[in-house]
């Protein structure tokens, strides 16, 4: 079975070793070999996408506040070097927004990015608006970028806008999700690789690939590929393929 970089995504970027979703975090997944990124997406207040998991700061920055009630020069303020994590070891770690990304994109054209439409952002704008938003943001580089999300119609929006790419992430493993994967037959299916019986037979037949998370280490990845999984998704990648690398 051949292990390589194709078969590993950056969760959030090289997050065990520097702070998620941020152009560092990115840039040192690509520098380490990565090609496969993925990042999530939440919008300002100004409708600006950034690169960001959770709605509030508190964690990437220590922040009582919400990145959709912020301006994107509001957000410039505050450093997301996760303090809680990292102490002070990354100060003045600017906001990421997506358009970074698309340039990093440009930068590295062997590498693609899984962007991922977050929740809040959809039930505080909309599902369309948020899509575009991101859509046209990512336009240039739009080959190389796959819209993914645990909702539905976020992949139905985009996929009318043109987005070649799609992956849908499961919330659970039954039968409700296999018949809605069929359904909307994206090119990727995510899951939490605990939510799935380690079985040969256990992974649904489809046009898609399956992405497993989060997983960070190299036996049980290699167990999961054996097991039919096209992809691991991590974030210790620069670990993963380092490991993979060595004779």
Not at 45 to 64: Q, Y
Not at 77 to 85: I, V, Y
Not at 102 to 130: H, I, M, Y
Not at 145 to 160: D, G, H, Y
Request: proline share 5%.
């Amino acid at each position: 079975m051949k292990i390589d970089a194709s078969r590993f995504v950056a969760h959030r970027g090289y997050a065990s070793k520097y702070p998620e979703n941020t152009l560092l975090s990115m840039t040192k997944a690509v520098e380490a070999g990565a090609l496969f990124l993925e990042c999530d997406i939440q919008l300002t207040a100004d409708l600006v996408p950034v690169v960001h998991h959770d709605a509030n700061l508190k964690r990437s920055a220590g922040a009582d506040a919400v990145v959709m009630d912020l301006t994107l020069e509001e957000l410039s303020r505050f450093s997301f070097g996760e303090p809680g994590r990292f102490s002070q070891k990354f100060p003045g770690v600017a906001v990421t927004k997506l358009e970074d990304l698309a340039g990093l994109l440009a930068e590295n054209p062997d590498v693609t990015l899984f962007v991922e439409v977050k929740e809040e952002s959809l039930q505080r704008f909309g599902v369309e608006l948020v899509v575009d938003k991101i859509f046209q943001t990512v336009r240039p580089v739009i080959e190389r970028c796959v819209a993914i999300s645990f909702a539905a119609e976020p992949l139905r929006a985009a996929s009318k806008l043109g987005w070649k790419r799609t992956g849908w992430v499961l919330t659970r493993w039954d039968e409700e999700q296999r018949r809605e994967a069929q359904s909307l037959a994206p090119d990727y299916l995510f899951c939490d690789y605990e939510e799935i019986p380690p079985r040969p037979d256990s992974l649904w037949k489809g046009k898609w690939k399956w992405v497993l998370y989060e997983i960070a280490d190299v036996k049980l990845a290699e167990k999961w590929l054996g097991l039919g999984a096209d992809m691991v998704e991590t974030m210790d990648v620069g670990g993963m393929l380092n490991f993979i690398g060595k004779p």
